[in-house]
């Protein structure tokens, strides 16, 4: 269900570790910025989760209508509500398994934040912009390979519906829309 999220979260953890070590120090002329700049082309990572999410999706609708799988996802919903010491408080997978996918776009929208409350003249200015920059780099890759996905997927189907289309499948080519 979470596909290759266990090399997502080292990136993760460099991150946060990353940014709490800058915060842990924190002066007038510290920056943020480089440390997203540095880390961008890292979430390149995500186009397996991303493309693996439908398939995740299914996944965890078929789980759900298992009872001891629900039992399971209710015990661990339960031990939230104690952790946080909020009964509101609740753990959705369906919530779960797009955060990742949110997480960029979202950071995206931090640094643009950061750069418009950050004081002309400041060294992170540009490089908050910068990071920005490339982590929207990131998302176009990101897009246009969920979109090659798609047709190599609508591609192979296309073998199985069409008498001869399987001599048509090979490696080197692609479904034009």
């Not at 700049?37 to 609708?61: G, S």
């Not at 090659?148 to 073998?159: P, T, V």
Request: charged share 30%.
């Amino acid at each position: 269900i979470f596909s290759n999220a266990s090399h997502i979260l080292p990136i993760s953890k460099t991150l946060l570790d990353s940014v709490k070590q800058v915060v842990a120090n924190w002066s007038d002329e510290a920056t943020l910025g480089d440390i997203f700049l540095k880390m961008a082309p890292f979430f390149r990572i995500y186009n397996k989760y991303q493309n693996n999410y439908e398939h995740a999706v299914e996944a965890l609708t078929q789980c759900e209508k298992d009872e001891t799988f629900v039992t399971f996802v209710e015990a661990i919903d339960a031990v939230v509500k104690a952790e946080v010491k909020d009964k509101n408080a609740t753990v959705k997978l369906e919530s779960l398994i797009i955060m990742p996918i949110q997480r960029i776009p979202r950071i995206i929208l931090l640094l643009g934040e950061l750069q418009r409350k950050t004081p002309e003249g400041h060294p992170d200015k540009e490089t908050l912009g910068q990071a920005s920059e490339a982590l929207d780099e990131v998302m176009n890759y990101l897009d246009k390979d969920i979109t090659s996905e798609e047709f190599r997927a609508k591609f192979l189907d296309m073998g199985t519906k069409f008498k001869g289309a399987s001599e048509l499948i090979k490696a080197h080519r692609q479904l034009i829309d």
